[in-house]
């Protein structure tokens, strides 16, 4: 069984276009169709066959239409009528042609598989197209303008200048004031201004009196009392805990005592 995955190395690409089989050879002959094919026949591209009209499109001889007069499915090259260069010796030779690089005009529909063919892909390409109308939007749903988004502020300018009265519904209003300021007596239109109160003047506090002679000694005795600090009560100590006297302080007080002298004996009466 033929190996069918993709491979990206360029030399093992053209050894499967080189070593491919008929069948394979076949797919790589086709060429696109007409606009008008397409639309009369559903199918957008087939094999190139014998017989069939097609037109160059890319190249120096771009336009060119013919008849294909032979199909070399090994050199994947196809040769058309009138399409020829003449050579040195006279002789005019068919100059080949890759079927990318044409598009098919007319069919030839002499063979009775090459409409089976046609029916079998219409009928394959239908489901795909159903598919892709499904996923675009309709136009009458793009014709239509999206509506702009208004803002919260516009949204309160609107209501603003809808609030507000027109030129001829506000006439009578005006029409109305006037009347009623003309009815209304001189009198009341002249009412005596106000006059504008006065201002307060700003109370003074009364300045402070100096001490006189007599008062100065008495206030300068009462300051320095303040600023003098009082004598601060001395902390009581603490009785120290008596210790047990140990060997050595009792050996060294011992030591320290001289000895006490001993009493001389009294004398007794008879000399003795």
Known sequence: MQNTNRVKNPGK??????????HIRHR????????EL????????LPVRKGDTVRI???????????????DTKACRIYIEGFTREKVDGTNIFLPVHPSKVQIRNLNLDDKWRKDILNRKKEAEKPEKEEK????PSKKAAEVPEKPKVTVEEAKEEKTVEALP?????APEVVEEQAAAEEV????AEKPEKAPAAKKAPVKKPAKKKPTKEEA????????AKKVPKPKTAAKKKPMSKKAPTKETAAKKAASKPPAKRKAPEETEGGQ
């Open 28 to 35: 790589l002959m086709s060429a696109p169709l007409s606009n």
């Open 166 to 170: 027109t030129e001829e519904e506000a």
């Open 57 to 71: 499109q890319r190249g120096d001889n771009k336009g060119f239409e013919g008849k294909v007069s032979r199909v």
């Open 217 to 224: 000694p008495i206030e300068e005795e009462k300051a320095l």
């Open 38 to 45: 397409v639309a009369s026949r559903g199918v957008r591209a």
């Open 185 to 188: 007596p001189e009198k009341i």
């Open 13 to 22: 690409q053209r050894k499967k276009l080189f070593n491919a089989p008929a």
């Open 133 to 136: 109308a499904k996923g675009k």
